[in-house]
């Protein structure tokens, strides 16, 4: 059973369905299952911590899978300069069939990606922003609606609104993302004028998720109400599980001459993965988004993707037919 679309067209997938780039989570092991299972498995860079540990990461992915993956290449400003061209160069060196870029616009980083014939998928949370990453040359909108995990944006608009609204503005292949968990999800993304969906939180509870089990049961206990938007005051809202520790950077940052510095230590990124590591939901920062309200159980990637594909063709067909 499948699904044609111009993304599994482009991207050379069986499937129109995209892991997301998800720190941590973004190894071999996960990114190697969903490939297998007729989908588009995502690397995360940074998630290697460095070049030649990417190179190494390409390796053992390509090892564990025949069919496409990408890697996730987010470019955010940092304290410590990050070397975003060597990433790129191991990227490029590895032959992967595509790359998210995410956080800043990737002009820089364009002419060499697509010069190797990589697909440029770029994350987008407004219309306005999709359009000029269209006009710059990505060949993939990734539209984040408000209801993803990570950052959505500062418009808050939900992708009800947001996919349409991004479809009608367009012409290159889009994919919706932020509440994708199910075959409603990716019938509906379909009929708003998506050609696939993107899934980040609810490839994390997955057996294939290299989390603590205790983790990833987390996000089959919590609802859609579960998580905290966190740097609203900071202009950098971000959606994160709902945690003692989520909470008190919300209380921290509600203080009206708040500042990062005020809570760096409970956000950092190695507290977060220890975190992931050590199965404790209160020793960092857990990325989730609201689609845990649908998320009620723990199948492999196969069997996952498979139920996905399915359900939604058979919502599909039982469409009613307008006389």
């Not at 950092?268 to 220890?274: E, I, N, V």
């Not at 050590?278 to 996952?304: E, R, S």
């Amino acid at each position: 059973m499948r699904l044609k679309t111009r993304i599994t067209e482009l991207l050379g997938i069986e499937h129109p369905v995209v892991m997301g780039g998800l720190t941590f989570y973004g190894r071999a092991e996960l990114a190697s299952a969903v490939s297998n299972a007729g989908a588009l498995g995502m690397l995360t860079a940074l998630t290697a911590g460095s070049p030649e540990g990417l190179s190494r990461e390409i390796a053992r992915c390509r090892d564990m899978t025949d069919r496409p993956f990408g890697v996730n290449l987010t470019l955010l400003p940092t304290i410590n300069p990050i070397p975003y061209d060597e990433y790129r160069d191991a990227i490029i060196e590895g032959g992967v069939v595509a790359v998210e870029t995410a956080g800043r616009a990737p002009t820089d980083h364009l002419p060499l990606l697509k010069g190797a014939g990589i697909k440029v998928i770029h994350k987008c949370a407004s219309v306005r922003h999709a359009v000029s990453a269209e006009k710059m040359g990505v060949d993939v909108i990734s539209i984040d609606g408000f209801e993803c995990a990570g950052h959505p944006g500062e418009d808050d608009v939900g992708g009800l609104v947001l996919i349409p609204a991004t479809a009608d503005r367009i012409r290159i292949p889009m994919i919706a993302s932020g509440g994708f968990g199910d075959g409603r999800g990716l019938a509906a993304a379909l009929m708003l004028g998506a050609e696939g969906i993107n899934m980040g939180t609810r490839f994390c509870a997955t057996q294939e998720a290299p989390a603590h089990p205790d983790i990833k049961r987390l996000y089959v206990d919590k609802d859609e109400r579960d998580t905290n938007l966190i740097f609203r005051r900071l202009r950098n809202t971000a959606r994160v599980m709902k945690t003692s520790v989520s909470d008190e950077v919300v209380e921290r940052l509600a203080h009206p001459d708040a500042t990062f510095a005020d809570v760096a230590e409970l956000v950092a990124g190695t507290r977060g993965r220890q975190a992931l590591v050590d199965g404790d939901a209160d020793g960092g920062i857990i990325w989730a988004g609201q689609v845990m309200g649908l998320i009620h159980d723990l199948p492999t990637c196969d069997a996952l993707v498979g139920r996905i594909v399915r359900d939604a063709c058979d919502l599909m067909r039982r469409c009613p037919v307008v006389e």
